[in-house]
């Protein structure tokens, strides 16, 4: 059924199909049923060999298992064969029927029309209840050929009804890229935030089949902030009946068996607005991924469409769409987002920002279920969707400690020269130290500039020396992480857990917290023990009983 709908100026927006298709099932019950199994080697054993021909594999081949997965030497170019989650039973060839694998377009009767032909069928490995969702990616098209081509097949297998959103008109895999910026009035139109918008449909209308990833005018952000408010319009317009409406970036991921099964402890038939909020102004960051119930959306975008023309206005002067969205939910009904863990809708830590090398990791979060990820690389992307599934049944058990476990634990040890584990709650220079005592001399502050005269006699300052700062980091009783770098002489210390990345020359690697420090030679340490006290208290934790061999770090050591 094509859906037709009106935007917040009565224009129409281009006839749009919800992307609602039938899908070839993957095998199985209801959601999925994976393709692997997880069944553990004891460390230096010879692979794992495939199942005996006419054994399908079960449930309990997926039952939670040790992390420790010794890879043959002729595995180790293969995949990605660090990963020390991927069983080593997914080397192996079954020689699976061909039609399981690669299943058979339908025959050309079968399809209604060309624009059903023409999409590329998608396997439905859906979560379960995920028909319950409408799930809406949001990219630009000067970003859109990066981002969203990963996703056809990973999160959008796992749904059946979803929208992609972006701000010129495109398709992918035969699937139609909405330019939800159609509709917008022509007094915005013209506004310089939408020069880019205008260049876009100049080339896009004038020279066909231009890739607008080669304009370069980077004001993809002025436009960004008026898509968030059409777009949900469209996706109530094109799903009301979903129970849940959520929205994410090309560059975020979401755990849908997590997700839905945290939904479902939850009602859509009152309004709800979920996420990680931020700011003075609460408003559910984006990138982090948002959750809003169907009560939320058919009380404001469901209404008075003169509020959806106001909030374009409004839009002009805003720092972004997320924060639009947050303005109409509190000024039309008095929504505003919680973020507790014990109140509800007992959003807490579900909803995280980073990628899965930098999620930040304390006790409090340890077994708690994350469902989302952001700032992603394609390859981010790949690996979360491969580690998902190879969880099988278990996908939406998927927690804080399953991350640590699966990326961080094999790699983590004392210290590691040329890494970067980004600690940095607490910040040591040697120009703040100056400064702070510069402050203590002006104010004639005796006991500052005593104790702090105390702290040069007792030893390196934090700043002055990577032990320095090892040193600050074991006197703060809660202090899990810290990094130095020598030629800034900066120190770091954090309450938090995070792998961090290598730091090379050759290594390119942007980070907007750390803008303009020369890094090099950057080492990064970790408080094991305290670590380790943590995992040995909580209960989730199910590799607490580690034998001698799969202690932190232990595939960094292994053989050596």
Same mark, same amino acid.
């Given at each position: 059924?094509?859906? @037709?709908?009106?935007? #917040?100026? +009565?224009?129409?927006?281009? =006839?749009? /199909?919800? $992307?609602?298709? *039938?899908?070839?099932?993957?095998?199985?019950?209801?959601?999925?049923?994976?393709?692997?199994? @997880?069944?553990?080697? #004891?460390? +230096?054993?010879?692979?794992? =060999?495939? /199942?005996? $021909?006419?054994? *399908?594999?079960?449930?309990?081949?997926?039952?939670?298992?040790?992390?420790?997965?010794?890879?043959?030497?002729?595995?180790?170019?293969?995949?990605?064969?660090?990963?020390?989650?991927?069983?080593?039973?997914?080397?192996?060839?079954?020689?699976?029927?061909?039609?399981?694998?690669?299943?058979?377009?339908?025959?050309?009767?079968?399809?209604?029309?060309?624009?059903?032909?023409?999409?590329?069928?998608?396997?439905?490995?859906?979560?379960?209840?995920?028909?319950?969702?409408?799930?809406?990616?949001?990219?630009?098209?000067?970003?859109?050929?990066?981002?969203?081509?990963?996703?056809?097949?990973?999160?959008?297998?796992?749904?059946?009804?979803?929208?992609?959103?972006?701000?010129?008109?495109?398709?992918?895999?035969?699937?139609?890229?909405?330019?939800?910026?159609?509709?917008?009035?022509?007094?915005?139109?013209?506004?310089?935030?939408?020069?880019?918008?205008?260049?876009?449909?100049?080339?896009?209308?004038?020279?066909?089949?231009?890739?607008?990833?080669?304009?370069?005018?980077?004001?993809?952000?002025?436009?960004?902030?008026?898509?968030?408010?059409?777009?949900?319009?469209?996706?109530?317009?094109?799903?009301?009946?979903?129970?849940?409406?959520?929205?994410?970036?090309?560059?975020?991921?979401?755990?849908?068996?997590?997700?839905?099964?945290?939904?479902?402890?939850?009602?859509?038939?009152?309004?709800?607005?979920?996420?990680?909020?931020?700011?003075?102004?609460?408003?559910?960051?984006?990138?982090?991924?948002?959750?809003?119930?169907?009560?939320?959306?058919?009380?404001?975008?469901?209404?008075?469409?003169?509020?959806?023309?106001?909030?374009?206005?409004?839009?002009?002067?805003?720092?972004?769409?997320?924060?639009?969205?947050?303005?109409?939910?509190?000024?039309?009904?008095?929504?505003?987002?919680?973020?507790?863990?014990?109140?509800?809708?007992?959003?807490?830590?579900?909803?995280?920002?980073?990628?899965?090398?930098?999620?930040?990791?304390?006790?409090?979060?340890?077994?708690?279920?994350?469902?989302?990820?952001?700032?992603?690389?394609?390859?981010?992307?790949?690996?979360?969707?491969?580690?998902?599934?190879?969880?099988?049944?278990?996908?939406?058990?998927?927690?804080?400690?399953?991350?640590?476990?699966?990326?961080?634990?094999?790699?983590?040890?004392?210290?590691?020269?040329?890494?970067?584990?980004?600690?940095?709650?607490?910040?040591?220079?040697?120009?703040?130290?100056?400064?702070?005592?510069?402050?203590?001399?002006?104010?004639?502050?005796?006991?500052?500039?005593?104790?702090?005269?105390?702290?040069?006699?007792?030893?390196?300052?934090?700043?002055?020396?990577?032990?320095?700062?090892?040193?600050?980091?074991?006197?703060?009783?809660?202090?899990?992480?810290?990094?130095?770098?020598?030629?800034?002489?900066?120190?770091?210390?954090?309450?938090?857990?995070?792998?961090?990345?290598?730091?090379?020359?050759?290594?390119?690697?942007?980070?907007?917290?750390?803008?303009?420090?020369?890094?090099?030679?950057?080492?990064?340490?970790?408080?094991?023990?305290?670590?380790?006290?943590?995992?040995?208290?909580?209960?989730?934790?199910?590799?607490?009983?580690?034998?001698?061999?799969?202690?932190?770090?232990?595939?960094?050591?292994?053989?050596?």
């Amino acid at each position: 059924m094509l859906i @037709t709908l009106l935007g #917040s100026n +009565g224009f129409d927006y281009p =006839s749009y /199909k919800a $992307h609602k298709v *039938s899908r070839p099932q993957v095998s199985g019950h209801g959601h999925s049923e994976p393709t692997a199994t @997880t069944t553990g080697l #004891s460390r +230096g054993s010879t692979r794992s =060999s495939a /199942k005996p $021909h006419g054994e *399908s594999l079960k449930p309990e081949d997926f039952d939670l298992h040790h992390p420790g997965f010794f890879h043959d030497e002729k595995d180790r170019g293969r995949f990605e064969s660090v990963d020390v989650w991927r069983d080593p039973e997914v080397y192996d060839d079954p020689s699976q029927p061909e039609d399981l694998l690669r299943p058979p377009m339908p025959s050309l009767g079968e399809f209604k029309s060309k624009g059903e032909y023409i999409k590329q069928p998608i396997v439905a490995d859906y979560a379960k209840n995920s028909d319950k969702l409408f799930l809406m990616i949001k990219t630009g098209a000067s970003v859109l050929w990066k981002r969203l081509p990963v996703h056809l097949f990973t999160t959008l297998t796992r749904v059946p009804h979803f929208g992609l959103y972006s701000d010129a008109p495109a398709s992918i895999g035969g699937y139609e890229v909405v330019d939800i910026l159609a509709n917008v009035s022509s007094e915005t139109k013209n506004s310089d935030a939408f020069e880019m918008y205008r260049l876009q449909r100049e080339l896009h209308d004038g020279y066909g089949v231009l890739d607008l990833s080669e304009v370069n005018v980077n004001k993809g952000w002025d436009l960004d902030r008026f898509k968030n408010i059409p777009m949900l319009v469209h996706a109530y317009n094109s799903s009301p009946n979903s129970d849940w409406f959520a929205f994410m970036d090309a560059d975020s991921y979401f755990m849908l068996d997590n997700l839905m099964e945290y939904l479902d402890t939850l009602d859509p038939n009152i309004p709800l607005y979920i996420g990680n909020a931020i700011g003075g102004y609460r408003f559910c960051h984006g990138g982090t991924g948002v959750v809003l119930s169907r009560k939320a959306l058919e009380l404001t975008v469901g209404g008075d469409p003169e509020w959806i023309a106001k909030a374009e206005r409004v839009t002009h002067d805003s720092c972004c769409g997320d924060f639009m969205v947050a303005w109409l939910l509190k000024e039309m009904i008095g929504l505003e987002p919680k973020s507790g863990k014990e109140e509800y809708p007992h959003i807490g830590s579900k909803f995280q920002g980073n990628s899965f090398w930098d999620v930040e990791i304390n006790e409090d979060k340890w077994c708690e279920p994350i469902l989302s990820f952001h700032h992603l690389t394609p390859h981010d992307i790949e690996i979360l969707w491969e580690f998902e599934r190879l969880q099988g049944p278990n996908r939406n058990k998927i927690t804080y400690a399953s991350i640590y476990n699966q990326f961080y634990k094999p790699y983590l040890i004392p210290r590691r020269e040329d890494w970067d584990n980004g600690a940095r709650e607490n910040e040591f220079t040697e120009q703040r130290y100056q400064d702070q005592k510069a402050n203590a001399l002006e104010e004639g502050n005796e006991d500052r500039l005593r104790e702090m005269q105390e702290l040069e006699n007792s030893g390196p300052l934090p700043h002055e020396s990577l032990e320095g700062c090892r040193l600050a980091c074991e006197g703060m009783s809660d202090c899990l992480s810290y990094r130095y770098m020598p030629e800034e002489k900066y120190c770091g210390t954090s309450t938090t857990v995070r792998l961090g990345h290598p730091h090379r020359s050759y290594i390119s690697h942007e980070d907007e917290h750390d803008e303009g420090r020369n890094k090099h030679g950057i080492v990064s340490g970790w408080q094991i023990d305290r670590i380790r006290d943590i995992r040995s208290r909580s209960s989730c934790d199910q590799f607490q009983s580690d034998d001698s061999l799969y202690v932190e770090g232990w595939y960094l050591t292994y053989g050596k």
